[in-house]
């Protein structure tokens, strides 16, 4: 596991620390906030996703110190950074985020700030945890074939209710090769949207992830809301 640089987990923390081990990912991640764990089991749904590494490094900003909440790795090697705020806290930390973006982008990395908001819309974190239940089921080969097969026939992809009643499988199967990435979903993590197979994809690395969570790269010029705050240093 890639430890943080600030230590999350240890016998004096006065909160919840979340450890993931999800197979997909290629270490377990820590989260100190539901928020954060959230993301984490979004992420691992993403097939361009290798790695979600927390508290990875500490930007030296005009103003102090600051360590994003997470870098992640995708399998083409690219790298992106990710902070995870409650959505009312924002114009609070615009600031912090506009000149975190500027630096990392002149090292040609992206930066995404993502709000609670944003990650439990339509309830896409309760769907992704229902999935990762079933990451370690043991379905049989007959049944795992019977769905690729179906869904390979079907380049635009599927529902879940019809690839289950066309494959005669239960839906538990389609949610484990969910879980395991054999199978993705088209536009966003739903139990509505249509089923394809990952090399099916047109987006790929941070912009697959991105367009799941309705969020875009953070611009340096991103303008202060009027009651934005002055912020303030992380610890």
Not at 5 to 16: E, F, G
């Amino acid at each position: 596991m890639n430890a943080p640089v600030r230590r999350l987990i240890k016998p004096t923390t006065p909160r919840t620390v979340h450890l993931l081990n999800i197979r997909s990912l290629a270490s377990p991640v820590q989260a100190e906030a539901s928020t954060e764990a959230d993301f984490v089991r979004l992420a691992a749904l993403c097939p361009t996703v290798r790695q979600v590494v927390a508290q990875p490094c500490t930007l030296q900003l005009s103003s102090g110190q600051y360590t994003p909440d997470f870098l992640i790795e995708f399998h083409s090697s690219e790298t992106s950074y990710w902070e995870i705020k409650l959505a009312s806290r924002f114009d609070q930390y615009r600031p912090l985020f506009n000149e975190a973006a500027q630096q990392l982008g002149k090292q040609g990395l992206r930066f995404y700030a993502v709000s609670n908001v944003s990650l439990r819309k339509h309830d896409r974190h309760r769907f992704a945890a229902l999935l990762q239940r079933y990451e370690r089921d043991q379905p049989s080969a007959a049944g795992i074939e019977r769905v690729l097969d179906r869904i390979r026939s079907e380049p635009l992809g599927l529902p879940i209710r019809a690839l289950v009643e066309l494959a005669s499988v239960p839906c538990e199967l389609i949610y484990h090769l969910l879980a395991r990435r054999q199978l993705t979903f088209k536009n966003r993590v739903s139990p509505d949207d249509l089923i394809t197979l990952p090399n099916l994809l047109e987006k790929s690395d941070d912009v697959l992830l991105a367009s799941w969570l309705d969020v875009s790269p953070w611009r340096a010029d991103a303008g202060i809301g009027p009651g934005a705050a002055r912020w303030k240093t992380c610890p």
